[in-house]
């Protein structure tokens, strides 16, 4: 007996959800198909069912993983909290998110992954990259564009860097360090 179409939706969806957090939590190369089809309650011989290769999989799961300020603004429109610059940053460069990479910005997990990664991946992750930096710009004030753009550019590299930073150090003192300060410098940026 085959599977429905929405059951067939519903298990890739399940799939891609699953190898977004494990990737961001161990890498793209230290994630087996065979571990995410086996935490996926699936079969590797499953895995050709829902996608032509590896490659297809970590580009559908790093793209599931961005856009997280753009439904942030987008709930804003809709009545939900507001956004703004410094709520970004304080947001982004916090604790919780340096101790969840698996939910957090796939950027700061990835960026050394996907620059190795192939092309599909790395133009869905260059379209996520100007569409934050012109998200970011939006969120300055003032009236000189490319001034917004420069900052949006400095802000988002030091987001992400920080972030790599600050979970790459073993030292948690040096860890929060990084964070508050990065995170104070760049609320003297707008």
């Known amino acids: 007996m085959g599977h429905s179409r929405a059951e067939k939706t519903k298990t890739h969806k399940r799939i891609v959800k699953i190898a977004s957090r494990r990737f961001r939590e161990k890498g793209i190369a230290g994630v087996g198909i065979a571990d995410l089809m086996k935490e996926a309650g699936l079969t590797v011989g499953g895995f050709y069912k829902h996608f032509d290769s590896r490659d297809a999989l970590v580009a559908e799961a790093v793209s599931s993983a961005f856009g997280g300020w753009q439904r942030r603004v987008d ?11 410094a709520k970004l940053i304080d947001d982004y460069l916090n604790e919780a998110h340096r101790d969840d990479p698996g939910a957090g910005c796939a950027f700061s997990a990835l960026a050394g992954d996907i620059a190795r990664s192939n092309k599909r991946t790395r133009a869905l992750a260059t379209a996520q990259i100007r569409n934050d930096i012109q998200l970011l710009a939006g969120l300055l004030p003032g009236e000189d564009k490319d001034a917004a753009r420069s900052t949006a550019i400095l802000t988002f590299s030091a987001l992400v860097g920080a972030m790599a930073l600050a979970r790459a150090a073993s030292d948690e003192a040096l860890s929060r360090e990084i964070l508050k300060t990065v995170k104070e410098l760049l609320k003297t940026c707008p």
């Open 75 to 85: 709930a804003a429109a809709s009545g939900g909290p507001p956004v703004s610059y």
